[in-house]
């Protein structure tokens, strides 16, 4: 008996060790590839320098130079009023898009959605120089406008400027908008819309108090995607800003590739992952109680 007792015991063992031995690998990554990357940048920012050498000396000068300087407030407010209006201007365009989708496309929904996705298909910096070509002062675009009459000269504020940017970023971002709408509106069952219907309501008021609520939580995930990759977003502030008004990104990257300030750098870079982290534990608030879970 004792023998059996044993071989159930393991049994039990091995069948509960099973779960943590497939996360393991996940974890491991996490931990290589997350977790100490992020000590790295914590412990460097708490550093200081001194004739471009790293001295290990713990320090908070880094952070209150951050609050102190305006250049970095203003790249900082930058960059979220461009990833808020990019999340705004997603979310608006890609409603339309995800429910003709989900729910008028018929058997063309899966050719949508491949091409919805074949953006990603492309490297990005392939994609946002293309709009250097449609948006410069020679570019499609203005070529366009005056041989429609439309401007007289080209229009110089298309290029390198905070409007070139958000277009970039809006088309970067926008399928990530997109499928996360289509999700939560393919669960949304026509009965519910015909029974709205039924009942008399309009179709702006069956929007608003039937569809816009139970897409709610696809709305909130793009608006995290979009916000967040926004906020941290480098390649095509680069390409297309021109460097007249830089963004956050760009600054941590000047600190450490310019003036070799690592500690200034990782400070700025500390402060932008509790930006991101901060919009993160909001959304899952938020969609917790889109999805009518309780709890804190």
Request: proline share 5%; glycine share 6%.
């Amino acid at each position: 008996m004792s023998a059996a007792r044993d071989i159930a015991r393991r049994r039990s063992l091995l069948r509960a060790a099973l779960p943590a031995a497939g996360l393991l690998p996940l974890v491991l990554w996490q931990i290589v590839f997350f977790v100490v990357p992020v000590a790295l940048i914590l412990g460097v920012s708490v550093w200081r320098t001194q004739s471009y050498r790293l001295i290990p000396a713990f320090t908070f000068d880094n952070y209150i130079a951050i609050f102190a300087r305006p250049a970095i407030w203003r790249a900082l407010l930058l960059s979220v009023e461009t990833a808020a209006f990019v999340t705004v201007a997603c979310a608006v365009l890609a409603f339309p898009v995800a429910y003709f989708i989900a729910k008028k496309a018929g058997r063309w929904r899966g050719l949508l959605l491949v091409a919805v996705i074949a953006p990603f298909w492309i490297s990005i910096v392939m994609r946002v120089a293309a709009w250097r070509l449609l948006l410069g002062e020679r570019g499609v675009i203005n070529q366009l406008a005056m041989t429609l009459g439309l401007t007289d000269a080209p229009m110089s504020f298309l290029l390198y400027s905070p409007v070139s940017t958000a277009i970039g970023l809006i088309y970067a971002y926008l399928p990530l908008y997109v499928l996360p709408l289509y999700a939560a509106i393919s669960n949304i069952h026509d009965n519910w819309i015909e029974a709205a219907m039924d009942l008399n309501a309009s179709p702006t008021r069956t929007f608003f108090e039937v569809i816009l609520p139970l897409s709610a939580p696809g709305l909130v995930v793009g608006a995290v995607f979009c916000f967040v990759f926004g906020l941290g977003e480098f390649v095509t502030p680069a390409l297309l800003g021109g460097g007249k008004q830089l963004m956050f990104s760009q600054v941590i990257q000047d600190e450490f590739q310019r003036r070799l300030d690592w500690p200034s750098g990782a400070a700025m870079a500390v402060v932008l992952l509790v930006l991101v982290f901060a919009a993160l534990a909001l959304s899952m608030k938020w969609i917790r109680r889109a999805s009518g879970e309780s709890g804190l």
